[in-house]
């Protein structure tokens, strides 16, 4: 019998955003997931600063975007866990709450590729779950081949296999973040109950960033 798919979305979700959404359902459908959780981290561990949004704010945020779709789940296990947190811990702690009969999936958007050899064992990672790699507007289509020599032909072949040609959505939550500070729309790149709690929280109203 075929195992179960379970699919784990990780971001800073600072705030999360239209394409986040988009992605993760046209994912769930490829891979014929039961669920996407989504599982908000602390902090990236490869970037130098915080996420502008406090962890309670970008949960609320994330409860909001996710509320109409039946398979969309949200995990606060990275926000509560003393740092530092990494995507193999995280794996390895889903799969021990689901049984040995279900597959994890990690997405992750092409723009994340070349950071992968910096994760934190990522080769264990890679045998550990399916790294599902998705399309991403502004990114080239996720290729591994440059991948061969360090991590091996097997490893690479496992995730050219996972690719998923998820649809375009040019949207960043650094370019909402900018558009915010600086007063300018964002109507088409949230949802709006997400839109509504961003304007009564006051959220990136500061000065723009990167
Ligand atoms: P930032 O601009 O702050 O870096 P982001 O928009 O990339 O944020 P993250 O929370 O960092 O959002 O993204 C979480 C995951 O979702 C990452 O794997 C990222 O590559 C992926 N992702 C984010 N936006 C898109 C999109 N529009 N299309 C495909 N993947 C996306």
Redesign the pocket.
């Known amino acids: 019998m075929a195992k179960r798919k379970i699919a784990l979305?990780?971001?800073?979700?600072?705030p999360?955003?239209?394409?986040?959404t988009?992605?993760?359902a046209a994912a769930a459908e490829h891979i014929g997931a039961e669920k996407i959780i989504f599982i908000?981290?602390k902090r990236?561990p490869l970037?130098d600063s915080f996420?502008e949004a406090s962890g309670d704010d970008r949960l609320a945020m994330i409860t909001l975007a996710i509320a109409d779709n039946k398979k969309f789940q949200l995990s606060d296990y990275e926000l509560k866990k003393p740092e530092p947190g990494y995507t193999l811990q995280t794996v390895r702690q889903f799969q021990a709450e689901f049984s040995s009969g279900t597959s994890i999936c990690w997405?992750?958007?092409?723009?994340?590729i070349d950071e992968l050899p910096y994760w934190y064992r990522i080769t264990e990672l890679i045998d550990a779950c399916i790294l599902c790699a998705?399309?991403?507007?502004g990114?080239k289509p996720p290729d591994f081949a440059k991948f061969t020599e360090s991590w091996g032909p097997k490893q690479v072949e496992k995730l050219q296999k996972n690719v998923i040609q998820?649809?375009?959505?040019?949207?960043?939550?650094?370019?909402?973040?900018n558009r915010l500070a600086t007063g300018r729309d964002v109507t088409n790149m949230l949802a709006p109950p997400v839109a509504d709690y961003i304007r009564e929280h006051g959220l990136y109203q500061s000065k723009a960033k990167?």
């Open positions: 979305f990780g971001g800073t979700f600072d999360v955003h239209l394409g986040h988009a992605v993760a908000p981290a990236s970037k996420p997405l992750i958007g092409a723009d994340s998705m399309f991403r507007a990114c998820t649809p375009l959505i040019d949207i960043s939550s650094t370019e909402i973040r990167n």
